[in-house]
Each structure stands twice: as structure tokens, then as C-alpha cells.
């Protein structure tokens, strides 16, 4: 249910203004899937915290994802899980993005049916906008306790439509998108036909269990595979970086 000040965007309002919903919806908007792997495919531990799979010089490379992205987009369970800031740390970076008429740091947005994020989460602070993309199933508290802190978007009945809801971020000037995960949320994408790129850190440890988060979760695909196509191949740290595109995007 709507609540005051927050922006709410309708599907109807983006359809009358001539948005085209297919198996990719924008034109303008990239979206960039970055996230860091173990060598056996593990985002982190089957207990959902945070590992350390990369190294300095890959922190680096995603702080330049960022700085070169308008917003950037984690599902909420990273948020339970890292309570992430996912700011740009570099201050040269954010003094670019400063001169050339950005804000600072990136938007952020969380992807949250109900409005699990908790209202002191670090993604809530004021060093950015927050968009906080709801279904309608988040209860009128939940929206209550959020607004103040975050641009709240709703778009789903039951779970996050991500068409729906990608297409009100575009329609807020959120064109160049880097999603940092988790793996529910990466397959999702995927699922929706919204993935132009994916960049992956294969990293030096095994981590394992059938539990843990894997780049891609979900339902899995068993058939109609989303195919890549590999763009490069960096070493990096101790480990690689993989770049790869959609292919038919
Ligand atoms: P996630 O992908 O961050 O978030 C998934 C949640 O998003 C869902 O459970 C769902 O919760 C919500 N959601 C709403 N609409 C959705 C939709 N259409 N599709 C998918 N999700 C939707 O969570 P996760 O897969 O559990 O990943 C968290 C784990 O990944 C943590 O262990 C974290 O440390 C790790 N991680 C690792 C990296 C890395 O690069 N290594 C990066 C990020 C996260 P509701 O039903 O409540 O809405």
C-alpha cells in the first residue's frame, strides 16, 4: 500500500508512457552482475557470511564498477547477511563522479519483497540514495519504517517484479547498473532476460557444501540456458577475472 513521500511508480504510468516490457525491457539501461567466487562456485560458507575470496587489487576493481555505475543492487538477503555500505572508497573516484556532475556514490537499491532491511542498516545511510523495491505484500509498517531513510518502489504482488521495478529505477535516470548479488537474486536476473554482463572473481579457495550461495541460486534453469560470451580473461590477485556478455542481448 502506498505510502506518503515515498515515490511510487505504477506499471500502468510506465506502460502509457511507452515502455516496451519483452524479455529485456530497456534500451538504456546495462546491467553489469558482479561478484566474487570460490574456485568450486561459492558466493560464501553455508552460513551466510561474509568470506574474504578476493584481494586488494580486486576491491579496487569493483570500487571502479561503482564509481562508473549510477546505482548499485544487492538482494536483501546480502543485506541480513554483510549489512554492505556499497559506497565508492576511493576518494579520487568519488571526486570524479563529483566533477562530472554526479552525486558522490552511486545510488543503492536493495530488492526487498516485504521490507526485511532494517531500518539501521548501513545500505540506509546518507552518503547515497536508497531505493527500497517492494512488492505489494510489504505491510504498511514495514513501508512506515523505511520511508524516511529510502525512495521506496513497489512493483509485484508477492516477490519483486524486476522488470517492473528496473523499469521505474530507469525511469529515475538509473541507467548504468551493477548488481553485487547475492545468488537468489543473480539468477532472478538472469531468469528475467535483465543481464547484459557478467564479471566474475574466481578466487583460490574451495569452500563447498551444498548449502552454501552459488553465483546463480534460484530455481535453476532446465532448459533455455542463458548463454555468455567471454569478453576476457585477467589474472588478478590470486586468482581471475571473467568477463562475459549476454549473448543475444
Ligand atoms: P540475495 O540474492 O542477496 O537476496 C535474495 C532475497 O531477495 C530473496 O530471498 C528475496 O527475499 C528477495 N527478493 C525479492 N524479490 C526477488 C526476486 N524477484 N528474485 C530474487 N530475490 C528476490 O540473497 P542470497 O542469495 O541469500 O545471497 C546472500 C549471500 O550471498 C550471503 O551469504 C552473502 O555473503 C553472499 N554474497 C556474496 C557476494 C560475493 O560477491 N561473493 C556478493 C553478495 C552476496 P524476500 O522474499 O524477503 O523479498
Avoid at 56 to 76: L, Q
Avoid at 198 to 227: H, N
Wanted: aromatic share 6%; net charge negative.
Amino acid at each position: 500500500m502506498p505510502v506518503d513521500n515515498c515515490v511510487e511508480f505504477g506499471w500502468q504510468d510506465l506502460e502509457t508512457r511507452g515502455f516496451l516490457y519483452h524479455s529485456h525491457l530497456t534500451t538504456g539501461m546495462h546491467v553489469v552482475v558482479n561478484a566474487a567466487m570460490s574456485a568450486d562456485g561459492k558466493l560464501s560458507s553455508r552460513r551466510r557470511e561474509q568470506i574474504a575470496i578476493s584481494g586488494e587489487a580486486d576491491f579496487e576493481r569493483v570500487d571502479r564498477i561503482r564509481a562508473d555505475s549510477d546505482a548499485v543492487v544487492v538482494g536483501v538477503g546480502t543485506v541480513l547477511a554483510d549489512d554492505p555500505h556499497l559506497t565508492v572508497k576511493d576518494e579520487t573516484l568519488r571526486e570524479k563522479r563529483r566533477e562530472n556532475g554526479q552525486p558522490a556514490n552511486p545510488a543503492r537499491v536493495v530488492v526487498d519483497s516485504s521490507g526485511r532491511t532494517p531500518t539501521d542498516a548501513a545500505i540506509l545511510d546518507d552518503a547515497a540514495t536508497t531505493y527500497v523495491c517492494l512488492s505489494e505484500a510489504a505491510s504498511v509498517e514495514r513501508r512506515a519504517a523505511l520511508v524516511d531513510r529510502a525512495e521506496l518502489v513497489t512493483a509485484g504482488e508477492e516477490r519483486v517484479d524486476l522488470l517492473r521495478a528496473f523499469a521505474t529505477l530507469q525511469e529515475q535516470g538509473l541507467e548504468q547498473v551493477m548488481v553485487e548479488g547475492g545468488g537468489e537474486l543473480i539468477f532472478s536476473l538472469f531468469d528475467a532476460g535483465l543481464v547484459d554482463e557478467l564479471r566474475v572473481f574466481i578466487g583460490s579457495k574451495i569452500i563447498g557444501g551444498r548449502d552454501a550461495p552459488t553465483l546463480a541460486d534460484g530455481e535453476g534453469f532446465v532448459t533455455e540456458f542463458p548463454s555468455l560470451d567471454l569478453e576476457s580473461v585477467d589474472r588478478l590477485d590470486d586468482g581471475v577475472v571473467l568477463t562475459w556478455c549476454v549473448a543475444d542481448r
